[in-house]
């Protein structure tokens, strides 16, 4: 399975738009990106997930450049509430459904 | 409603003891996982049960039994407690195996003294 690799943290305030970026290099022709939130307390919670260019939901957008090598996961807009660990991970579909949790995005948002 | 639930939500108990996670999905998932999630916040996961048949099994102490009895439970029995085993414990669940879209449950603090 592919290692991928995240800053620890990111501040933001209340409005902006937040980038994060996760690192991929060893990513497999049949594997996907997804994203998953965690917020303190509680279990983490599907955000997206893409293959290739760029996959959008009511919640963020992902974009995923032509070599697959890295992927920006993009919240519009956060909010106090958007404060949680993001998680980036990486797996194909012949993997029984095993998801490999790196150390996450602490992303606090500040008023 | 709740999709995915766990009892206990907190569990103190002392080293040497018994003890039983239970877990209960109402989505009509047919894949139920186990993670654990340390103190330092890194999430691994443990087994991982389609139609109630062990498709994953991490290595994981066998003092760790899970068992599910139809494929709306796993439960999770830790026999001999440790201090190590100390952690938040996650069940979650898919549509199938072959999907990435889990769905947690609010997880099981285990506190060993």
């Known amino acids: 399975l592919a290692k991928t690799t995240q800053p620890i943290s990111m501040d933001s305030y209340e409005g902006q738009e937040v980038n994060i970026t996760c690192s991929h290099n060893?990513?497999?022709?049949?594997?996907?990106i997804t994203w998953y939130q965690q917020f303190p307390s509680q279990g983490p919670r599907f955000i997206i997930q893409?293959?290739?260019t760029k996959v959008t939901n009511e919640v963020a957008s992902l974009f995923i450049p032509a070599d697959r090598k890295s992927s920006t996961l993009s919240l519009p807009r956060v909010s106090l509430s958007d404060t949680a660990v993001y998680y980036c991970?990486?797996?194909?579909?012949?993997?029984?459904?095993?998801?490999?949790f790196g150390q996450g995005t602490e992303l606090s948002v500040k008023p | 409603d709740t999709a995915v639930s766990q009892t206990p939500k907190y569990l103190v108990t002392q080293m040497g003891n018994d003890k039983s996670i239970k877990c209960e999905q109402n989505?009509?998932?047919?894949?139920m996982y186990w993670y654990k999630q340390d103190s330092k916040k890194f999430l691994k996961i443990m087994f991982s049960?389609?139609?109630?048949?062990?498709?994953i099994n991490e290595t994981v102490p066998n003092r760790f039994s899970p068992k599910s009895p139809d494929k709306a439970h796993l439960n999770l029995h830790i026999n001999s407690l440790e201090l190590g085993d100390s952690a938040v414990y996650f069940c979650?669940?898919?549509?199938?195996?072959?999907?990435?879209?889990?769905?947690f449950g609010p997880g099981t603090r285990l506190t060993v003294t």
């Open positions: 893409g293959y290739k």
């Open positions: 991970l990486v797996g194909g579909y012949n993997q029984g459904g095993k998801l490999i």
């Open positions: 979650a669940s898919s549509h199938d195996r072959e999907i990435y879209e889990q769905y």
């Open positions: 049960y389609n139609n109630k048949e062990l498709i």
């Open positions: 060893n990513i497999a022709t049949n594997d996907y």
């Open positions: 989505l009509g998932h047919d894949t």
